[in-house]
């Protein structure tokens, strides 16, 4: 697997690794069974991204781009992070191979879970993706 | 990084060439180049480097010299060995048996020989990777011609009882084919006593140049050929002869079956000094594949929570080679066939390593291995929602 400079810095030194005791946005998405699972932990104040962690099980480019998610949403809006692409994630990684863009959708669907794991703890209506309306092929298993 | 080496432990992939050998080969690139066809004197040397060649193979598997036939490697073997048999036997049935754990040169010939009528039977494979011999006997039905189980699986190490299914398959009159690519130079051969009909080698796996095989082929099994052409090998495998690996092959044949005992006992050791270390050192750890009939030179390990291609991809930037059965490396989304077929979820075979040991390692580099691994599993490890999920669970 040929990765750009930018995914194998990424995936030796991953930013924003751990966990976030008092997180007020949790989401974990993915399935063990595909070989990738991504938690992620939301600090969010006055609709500020203030701090971002994340536990990720899965290739080199799934923890790169969990890496690159999380920086790329801290000190964000919610409204920013609701709207940052896998499309966005793999470009700031300078790209990654094609049969590895699956693995940054899970970055994108994480933060969209943990968000609207906040939404709902805050009385707030959750906000519909794409992934809940079921148009992705990520958990499509080939038996 | 400090103190970083480089450490080759993927000899099942492929492995070195040695200097005895490539100094064998150089010759028949520049000055004995002739076509072993023509006739004139200059191409007589190529015509009888072949012919030692051939003598080599049939040597090290007690066979005849006119019952080795060269190839383009171990999937040219195996798929002629399948089809070959297939297309001529088929008057007398379209049933063949295999397993589930072969190399995709058998399972993809044998799935395409499915499209073409013939029906194959994917024999299971317990915990261990080892085939049941009554279940292959429950399995041969008066349909059956051809029955291809592998000598020694190249992910997991697991040997077959070869003989007892060679002597099954001979009682029976059914044609028993070997892939014995993972075999050769790591467990003794003799397709007479083992009542072996063909069997498959490629000599980059013991120590000879890429992209040249061979196919033993008993005398009588009645078999098409595969590459239509020429008259080249007696006429059953047309274009001109690679003959620096052809060459090759022999004297690395050569080498690799002089001393098996010898050879093995070194690896072994080496193996065990490894893996007792690896047990040892990293908690949550499953050996897969069998405790004792296994090649001398293979690891294969699970780690649970984390997934194989990082591990690689870790391992690579403190120079160790080596390689994984997670989907994540396949590019597909299901990890190795053969980690599923002996009953390991999917998540267990995602974290699996495979380290196979050979002539290039040494003490040195088992205990480098042994001082950069178990922290690599363990950033991993500290990196994983299941592992978190794990130790919250268990506090
Ligand atoms: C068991 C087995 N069979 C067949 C092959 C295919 O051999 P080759 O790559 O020489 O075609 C390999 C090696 O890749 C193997 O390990
Ligand atoms: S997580 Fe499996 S391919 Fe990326």
């Known amino acids: 697997m040929e990765y750009s400079d930018k995914v194998m810095e990424h995936f030796m030194n991953p930013r924003n690794v751990g966990e976030i005791s008092d997180a007020n946005g949790i989401g974990e998405v993915g399935n063990p069974k595909c070989g990738d699972m991504m938690k992620i932990y939301l600090k969010i104040e006055d609709n500020i991204i203030k701090d971002v962690k994340f536990k990720t099980f899965g290739c080199g480019a799934a923890i790169a781009s969990s890496s690159m998610a999380t920086e790329l949403i801290k000190g964000k809006t919610v409204e920013e992070a609701w709207n940052l692409t896998n499309k966005a994630v793999a470009e700031a990684l300078d790209g990654l191979p ?18 609207n794991d906040y939404r709902i703890k805050n009385g707030l209506e959750p906000w519909e993706d794409k992934f809940s309306k079921g148009d992705h092929d990520h958990h499509e298993h080939h038996e | 990084m400090e103190g970083k080496r480089f450490v080759y432990m993927d000899h099942a992939a492929t492995t070195y060439v040695k200097k005895e050998v490539l100094e064998e080969m150089l010759p028949y690139f520049t000055e004995n180049f002739g076509n072993p066809s023509s006739v004139y004197t200059f191409a007589r040397k190529s015509k009888r480097a072949i012919e030692d060649a051939r003598e080599k193979v049939a040597k090290a598997l007690n066979a005849l010299p006119d019952e080795i036939f060269f190839t383009g490697g171990g999937s040219e073997a195996d798929n002629w060995a399948i089809k070959g048999v297939a297309f001529a036997n088929k008057d007398k049935g379209n049933h063949i048996i295999t397993t589930k754990i072969e190399h995709h040169a058998v399972l993809h010939a044998c799935e395409y020989l499915e499209k073409h009528g013939f029906e194959v039977t994917y024999l299971d494979v317990d915990e261990y990777g080892m085939v049941d011999l009554d279940e ?91 590459i239509h052409g020429g008259g080249q090998e007696r006429r059953r495998r047309a274009g001109t002869e690679n003959l620096p690996g052809i060459v090759g092959l022999g004297k690395a044949i050569e080498l690799a079956t002089e001393d098996i005992d010898g050879h093995n006992e070194k690896i072994r050791k080496l193996r065990d000094r490894l893996l007792n270390g690896i047990m040892e050192k990293i908690p949550y750890t499953k050996l897969n594949g069998h405790p004792e009939r296994r090649l001398p030179g ?29 989907a994540c490396s396949s590019g597909s989304l299901d990890p190795s066939h053969v980690l599923l077929a002996i009953g390991l979820p999917h998540e267990i075979a995602h974290g699996s390593l ?40 268990e506090k």
């Not at chain 2, 699986?153 to 028993?176: L, M, S, V």
């Not at chain 2, 000879?208 to 595969?226: F, Q, T, W």
């Not at chain 2, 390692?361 to 299941?386: A, F, G, H, K, W």
């Open chain 1, 98 to 115: 094609a049969v590895k863009m699956h693995c940054s959708i899970l970055a994108e669907e994480a933060i969209h879970k943990a968000i």
């Open chain 2, 136 to 226: 292959l006997k429950r399995a041969i039905t008066d349909k059956t011609i051809l029955i291809t189980i592998m000598f020694a699986n190249n992910e997991i190490g697991t040997i077959q009882p070869i003989a007892e299914i060679g002597k099954i398959a001979r009682e029976k009159g059914i044609i028993f084919h070997t892939d014995a690519v993972q075999a050769i130079g790591n467990v003794k051969i003799d397709v007479k006593e083992m009542n072996i009909d063909l069997l498959s080698l490629a000599a980059h796996k013991f120590y000879g140049p890429k992209g040249v095989g061979a196919l033993y082929i008993r005398k009588g099994v009645k078999i098409d050929n595969l």
């Open chain 2, 298 to 326: 293979n690891i294969n390990v699970s780690f649970r929570f984390i997934e194989g291609e990082s591990l690689l991809l870790l391992l690579d930037q403190f120079g160790i080679c080596a390689s994984t059965g997670s």
């Open chain 2, 354 to 393: 495979r380290l196979s040991l050979g002539d290039m390692n040494t003490e040195e580099d088992v205990d480098y291995v042994l001082s950069v691994l178990p922290n690599i599993v363990q950033r991993l490890r500290e990196m994983s929602p299941l592992y978190e999920k794990f130790m919250k669970g």
